[in-house]
């Protein structure tokens, strides 16, 4: 089945440290975006990438880095920079369309610094 | 940039009922409207959408309309079951190739039976 699968599905980690979010697609879609969700919030935009080895930093992309070195494949680091991670993470996936639209996400990562 | 403002951010009906979901927007180039429902602890799953050259657009039991000129859009979903309980978000996107979505901060639909 296509679809969009983010690991792992909870994380915990020390304040000080660096963390890695797996996003991975196999819809062979172009775009591939990170968003960050906390209580009560809607979906802020972290990073976003269009085609490969190419990305844009979003509203909310300080203490964040990405990659984008495969079509299908967009990890996030949340750096120790981040002055507060702890949230609910979501990838997400897009067709090159000239009329938008973004219909596939992942399940989420949830992050808890300890 | 762009703005979307959504209300209520709690909304309780009894099962049967019709729930409306009222979400904003700022920026006039917007044309992009999907709505997304989260269940608990999962990734938003786009349920309808709509583009600016349409009015109204239906589907089974849910239906969304815009008003561009008053810069809103609408969420109806009729006869609603428990199963509908979850999280509404709105977006809006204006139409650029690959344009992100900004996103209203959602609304939580409970269906009593």
């Known amino acids: 089945d296509g679809g969009i699968t983010q690991s792992p599905k909870y994380l915990f980690r020390k304040e000080g440290q660096n963390v890695t979010l797996s996003c991975e697609q196999n819809?062979?879609?172009?775009?591939m975006y990170w968003y960050r969700q906390d209580p009560g919030q809607g979906l802020r935009l972290i990073y976003y990438s269009q085609i490969v080895n190419d990305f844009q930093k979003g509203d909310i992309a300080e203490g964040y880095s990405v990659s984008r070195e495969k079509k299908e494949s967009f990890p996030l680091t949340v750096t120790s920079a981040q002055k507060n991670p702890t949230a609910f993470y979501l990838c997400?996936?897009?067709?090159?369309?000239?009329?938008?639209?973004?219909?596939?996400f992942g399940q989420g990562t949830r992050l808890t610094v300890v | 940039g762009e703005n979307v403002e959504q209300h209520p951010s709690t909304l309780s009906v009894q099962e049967g009922d019709s729930a409306v979901i009222k979400c904003t927007y700022s920026?006039?180039?917007?044309?992009?409207f999907p709505w997304y429902k989260q269940e608990l602890g999962k990734g938003p799953q786009l349920i309808i959408d709509i583009r600016s050259n349409v009015g109204e657009k239906k589907d089974q039991r849910i239906a969304v309309t815009l008003n561009k000129t008053a810069k809103h859009f609408s969420l109806h979903i009729t006869e609603t079951q428990p199963e509908d309980s979850a999280v509404y978000f709105c977006a809006a996107s204006s139409s650029s190739g690959y344009s992100t979505l900004t996103f209203g901060k959602g609304t939580m639909l409970l269906v009593s039976p």
């Open positions: 997400a996936s897009s067709m090159r369309t000239a009329t938008g639209g973004l219909g596939f």
């Open positions: 819809l062979n879609h172009d775009a």
């Open positions: 920026d006039s180039a917007s044309n992009y």
